[in-house]
């Protein structure tokens, strides 16, 4: 399993972003997959996590209601939009995978995830 993020860059207060994590080699639906961030000077923290089947999705409070994370199985491709963008979502955002017995299992610590693409930077600016 290799994971590639892209789509970070710069934007103002109140902009929006999407992410992708082009996932190779993750065929089944039993991988759930997520996505992390780390600000500069902090720790890892969850943003968003997805179950394999799709239909489960789960989000850090801060960012409930701006951003959707999505998966298509088609493309084997993690998105993530986010909309109405603040300074404190300035970070480096990785996507993660963990395969699962189960296609609705959600995953949320970083622990969890075995999987991690190499990150991709978005910088909001006020």
């Known amino acids: 399993v290799q994971l590639q993020a892209s789509g970070g860059g710069s934007v103002q207060t109140g902009g929006s972003l999407r992410l992708s994590c082009a996932a190779s080699g993750v065929t089944s639906s039993h991988y759930v997959m997520g996505w992390f961030r780390q600000a500069p000077g902090k720790e890892r923290e969850f943003v968003a996590a997805?179950?394999?089947?799709?239909?489960?999705?789960r989000y850090v409070d801060s960012v409930k209601g701006r951003f959707t994370i999505s998966r298509d199985g088609a493309k084997n491709t993690l998105y993530l939009q986010m909309i109405s963008l603040k300074p404190e979502d300035t970070a480096v955002y990785y996507c993660a995978a963990a395969w699962t017995s189960s296609t609705r299992v959600m995953y949320t610590t970083s622990s969890q995830y075995k999987k991690w693409g190499q990150g991709t930077l978005v910088t909001v600016s006020s």
């Open positions: 997805i179950s394999g089947s799709g239909d489960i999705t």
